[in-house]
């Protein structure tokens, strides 16, 4: 696939861009596509490429044991193997996008895998563009996905959330419903549908449009950000001290279920539903808590909040 921009002042050479991506529910491949349609352009040479484990994962997973089951893997590994991803890791790219989704509060499974493969040395020295595809709590694997992106030694420039329609407490409903069954359409008079929207995909678009216009700096020396000032992230601070906790209790909860049993065991699905469980008790009783705590607490932590929301929002910044 073909794409690119004219820059009459910096565009001197072709532009290389390999956009790599995992979809299981179809939501980052549709980001991705999106991307690779404005990227197109006669100036740049694009490669699109979707990572694929050897066996893949359902969609939809039909079974609540089965979508947990995954969590330990999430958090501890180990990691599946992956099909041999069509390109050329020894080639030289001006830019690499990696479009992932969020599983637990981390990068997807897959793209953990191609994070430490051998296929992963194509980013060394490269810039590195992300973007992660979420319900809305995608600041756990970004942290995650930036200390992965340092080990394989990538110069990361940008970082884009992107995430899904409708409100939290409608999506706490129309995404496990998307997942399980895959039905994505609206229910009830009530819930939107799951997924991504429309104006969130002509978001995508312009940034897509932004790398075209602001190609120039790929060819420069220093490693640039291209979205700055564009908006790629939107930090919503009422959803930082809940995840963070969630993020520790799934943590503990993926010790313990590894530590009962191998995929399959009985103790290990046994310990899996009572997860459900508690995530349920979580969801209605801890989270409301959370909220309230932290507007009482709003004096003394705000500060460490709004740092931590800077750090997030970088390297693109607002």
């Known amino acids: 696939m073909h794409a690119g921009a004219r820059v009459p002042f910096y565009n001197t050479t072709m532009t290389r861009i390999l956009l790599l991506y995992y979809s299981q529910s179809g939501e980052a491949g549709r980001v991705a596509e999106t991307l690779a349609a404005a990227l197109r352009d006669p100036d740049v040479d694009l490669s699109l490429v979707r990572l694929r484990p050897k066996q893949e994962y359902p969609f939809p997973w039909r079974s609540v ?7 330990p893997e999430c958090h501890l590994g180990p990691l599946p193997e992956l099909a041999t991803p069509g390109f050329d890791p020894d080639q030289k790219f001006d830019l690499v996008i990696l479009v992932y989704q969020v599983w637990f509060l981390t990068p997807s499974l897959p793209v953990q895998a191609f994070l430490k493969s051998g296929h992963a040395r194509v980013l060394r020295n490269s810039r590195v563009m992300t973007v992660s595809v979420s319900r809305n709590m995608w600041h756990s694997a970004s942290e995650m996905m930036i200390r992965l992106l340092a080990v394989a030694g990538a110069r990361h420039i940008d ?4 995430t899904h329609q409708g409100p939290a407490w409608a999506t706490f409903i129309t995404t496990p419903r998307a997942l399980l069954f895959g039905k994505k359409d609206r229910f009830w008079g009530i819930f939107p549908p799951a997924g991504l929207d429309e104006k969130e995909l002509d978001r995508v678009a312009r940034f897509g449009k932004a790398i075209l216009e602001r190609q120039g700096r790929l060819h420069q020396p220093d490693a640039i950000p291209l979205l700055t000032g564009l908006g790629a992230v939107s930090i919503n601070r009422r959803y930082l001290v809940p995840e963070l906790i969630g993020w ?3 943590r503990g909860w993926a010790h313990l279920i590894r530590f009962l049993g191998r ?27 959370t909220m309230l705590a932290r507007l009482l607490l709003h004096p003394f932590i705000h500060k460490r909040l709004a740092e931590y929301a800077r750090r997030l929002q970088q390297p693109s910044g607002q």
């Open 65 to 71: 044991g089965r979508f947990f089951a995954a969590l």
């Open 159 to 162: 970082n884009v959330a992107v």
């Open 248 to 250: 520790y209790w799934f």
């Open 263 to 289: 995929l399959g065991t009985v103790p290990r699905m046994a310990s899996v539903y009572l997860f459900v469980v508690f995530l349920l008790f979580m969801i209605v009783v801890v989270m409301p808590l």
